[in-house]
């Protein structure tokens, strides 16, 4: 998988918030995970388009605790927040990938549907 870190300092709230090694660790797991790499060979494998990866992105939902966008040209955008605990982070992380997962399906099922999906995805997963 080609994956684009994009670690930036941001200024929220009068912190700089940036990601630890424990965040980007957790995001490390749950993409290994999804993709059935190293160790988790037994897991199904599945192939994850280039994602970039922001971390407090100013223009996430204030209520959000991480949100995946698709835009033209295939680009997939995945937002995390760093102030959140890793263990969180990495639930987020998967919830987020399931839904890169299914951009092909958006249209296709409903939306609940494909919130389902990622939240048993996360639960699923997160527990391994």
Do not use: N
């Amino acid at each position: 998988m080609s994956l684009t870190r994009e670690i930036e300092d941001r200024w929220l709230w009068g912190f700089d918030i940036r990601p630890s090694a424990a965040h980007i660790d957790a995001w490390e797991r749950a993409s290994a995970k999804i993709e059935g790499r190293a160790p988790f060979l037994y897991l199904p494998r599945h192939v994850l388009p280039p994602i970039q990866l922001r971390w407090d992105d100013g223009g996430l939902p204030a209520t959000a605790a991480a949100e995946t966008s698709l835009f033209r040209g295939g680009v997939v955008v995945v937002v995390l927040r760093s102030t959140r605990p890793p263990d969180a982070v990495h639930a987020d992380a998967l919830h987020e990938l399931q839904h890169v997962l299914d951009r092909s399906l958006i249209g296709c099922l409903s939306p609940a549907m494909l919130e389902w999906r990622a939240d048993a995805t996360a639960e699923r997963l997160a527990r391994l």
